[in-house]
């Protein structure tokens, strides 16, 4: 597939290294999705780490306005632990530093900014903000973003896995003709 | 075999395990409706023997009234009966749902019926099905009554009799139940309102989902 | 038994370091996808480059077949594996509105992070976003309450909801998944052709 590539460059060692086989990747990544299954009964995420600590945050700057609110109240527990000491946040710490890990094996970490052709860093910045902004409320609306609930509820074949999985890639197909300046 | 395996890349070769177990996996259809099982008699034996899983009616006042927790309680009797008593915190699951019902394997479980009988039942059951930590409530709803809310002190008790007679009372009236004095064949309640036939105390605004059981923190993304 | 978890194997401590674990297995491999790349993840929408699906499909398929497995031997309780409830149109209108959030920032929250921890600028400014996003959520949450919690199935997986059986559903994802993939490759080469941009 995209071997010829991957020799050319393996003669330069600090060339970054082209991304491996998508299928191998896959694989590997599921490998990791089943292990969490089967050690902890539970699947993988993200947003949910993030909400603990706006919850936490909301709640250190105005607490009782945190207490009034269903929402953060549910990612604060019942105070018994600290809210931080939980395991999506755990699990989001160890994403960065295995990405980075990998990242740095291939050579691929790189202050840079990825945007398309036409488009200046600073657009792309703001893009990027109000992209985040609205899969925050997206992924909160739904109850779990693209690894907690397409990714974890696809492999446990969950009816509101599947139906957000293509509900992402609908909204996003329907979006993408009108961005597309952004990255063609 | 071997040169078709060299000839295949990485990803078509993942492709054709995937196809073939997916086609396995239509032929087995669901993983886990095997209800018939071993079962190790001996174990079983053990434990009943020993009297482990069993857990009399004071330990369990006790642990109502410290709010220890990490058991689910759960009430084998019909739904009628437990609307009109159940012992508080408790779970209704009628004996016939008891494998159908929400309880993990994981969990602690306490069970009552009025007697031992459906609860042994229901150990079994349960013990079989790989639930790992299941108790029965000594003596069942019957004994809850005779010594925590119906507890009877004779008058010529001794007074060791008479001082564990107040801690037994103390619990009583924490459950709403009524501690009598029998004398000579006639027994009198030694509560101030007191009933000839003994009423069981009123059910208490049922509380969020008993047992530990949705008290966690939420697992999802 | 497993999950080892659910049967106390070990304690809740332990189990953050399974969790920080798993958290670098889950970020090496979305780091070895390209995911920590925006443009990568964007070209999935414009089909020159199917990464996205090729590896989400890849790794459903893998998990999927491994807790069927795993439960056929009898190894695993899969009753105590969670699965969230479906709220089945809360989550539709979810993934749309987090669909076009993906298009225009280019990333989601799993890649954001390993591309904000390789060094991307915009990864970094996507995590604000999300953070900013999930504060507007917070703040508005008691208004949307009522319909964040309406349409609630309870826990539905497609094997009940279809009424077919649990391997039945298994066969199917997998000849989906083979049929993207086989249909991803010929699309790629096509526009490849016809653009004169490369696959990478």
């Not at chain 3, 699309?187 to 004169?196: D, R, T, Y």
Request: glycine share 12%.
């Amino acid at each position: 597939m995209n071997s010829k590539n991957e020799k050319s460059h393996e003669g330069k060692s600090f060339e970054p290294k082209p991304y491996s086989n998508p299928y191998v990747v896959g694989f590997g990544l599921g490998l990791v999705l089943l292990a969490s299954f089967l050690v902890m009964g539970r699947g993988l995420g993200a947003s949910g780490a993030v909400s603990t600590v706006v919850a936490v945050g909301v709640e250190n700057i105005a607490p009782q306005h945190a207490a009034k609110n269903n929402f953060y109240k549910e990612y604060l527990g019942d105070g018994t632990t600290n809210p931080l000491k939980d395991w999506l946040v755990f699990e989001v710490i160890g994403v960065m530093v295995g990405g980075f890990i990998s990242g740095s094996l291939a050579h691929r970490i790189k202050r840079t900014t990825e945007k398309g052709p036409n488009v200046t860093v600073k657009t792309r910045l703001i893009y990027a903000f109000a992209g985040g902004a609205i899969m925050g409320i997206g992924a909160k609306l739904a109850r779990g973003c693209t690894s907690g609930l397409a990714l974890t509820g696809g492999a446990l074949l969950s009816l509101g896995g599947w139906a957000f999985m293509f509900a992402v890639f609908g909204g996003g197909y329907a979006a993408a003709y009108f961005i597309r300046r952004q990255w063609l | 075999m071997k040169e078709l395996l060299k000839k295949l890349s990485a990803a078509q070769k993942l492709a054709a395990a995937a196809f073939l177990l997916g086609l396995l996996a239509l032929i087995i259809g669901t993983p886990s409706n095997n209800h018939s099982v071993n079962v190790n008699a001996k174990e079983m034996l053990l434990s009943t023997i020993k009297t482990q899983d069993r857990v009399d009616v004071m330990t369990l006042a006790d642990w109502l009234i410290k709010e220890k927790l990490d058991y689910t309680l759960v009430d084998l009797r019909s739904e009628k009966e437990f609307a009109a008593y159940n012992i508080p915190s408790s779970l209704n699951v009628p004996v016939e749902n008891i494998l159908t019902s929400d309880l993990r394997r994981n969990q602690k479980i306490l069970l009552y019926g009025n007697d031992d009988v459906a609860s042994a039942q229901a150990w079994f059951i349960l013990k079989s099905s790989n639930y790992k930590s299941v108790y029965i409530l000594d003596g069942g709803l019957n004994a809850w009554k005779d010594k925590i809310l119906f507890p009877k002190l004779a008058d010529n008790s001794t007074d060791e009799e008479k001082s564990t007679f107040e801690k037994v009372k103390q619990i009583s009236l924490h459950f709403g139940g009524t501690p009598q004095l029998i004398s000579g064949g006639t027994s009198s309640a030694v509560t101030p309102q007191s009933a000839q036939v003994q009423p069981m105390p009123k059910l208490s605004a049922p509380k969020s989902p008993a047992g530990g059981v949705a008290k966690k923190k939420k697992e999802g993304c | 038994m497993m999950p080892y978890f659910k049967f106390d194997y070990f304690g809740f401590d332990f189990s953050l370091v399974v969790a920080f674990i798993v958290g670098i297995g889950f970020g090496f491999a979305l780091e070895r996808g390209g995911f920590g790349n925006a443009r990568i993840l964007a070209a999935q929408f414009y089909f020159y480059n199917m990464r996205v699906l090729k590896v989400m499909f890849s790794a459903i398929v893998t998990a999927m077949l491994g807790l069927f497995y795993f439960a056929w031997i009898g190894w695993l309780d899969l009753s105590l594996v969670y699965i969230g409830d479906t709220y089945i149109v809360p989550q539709i209108i979810g993934g749309l509105i987090l669909g076009i959030g993906f298009v225009i920032g280019g990333y989601c929250p799993g890649t954001s992070l390993v591309s904000a921890s390789t060094g991307r600028t915009d990864g970094i400014v996507f995590v604000l976003g999300i953070f900013a996003g999930i504060f507007v959520f917070g703040e508005l949450f008691p208004l949307i309450e009522g319909f964040y919690n309406s349409t609630n199935l309870g826990r539905v997986t497609l094997p009940e909801f279809l009424g077919i059986s649990h391997g039945m559903v298994v066969f199917l994802v997998v000849l989906m998944a083979l049929g993207a993939f086989a249909a991803a490759g010929w699309g790629e080469k096509v526009l490849a052709k016809k653009n004169g941009r490369g696959v990478e």
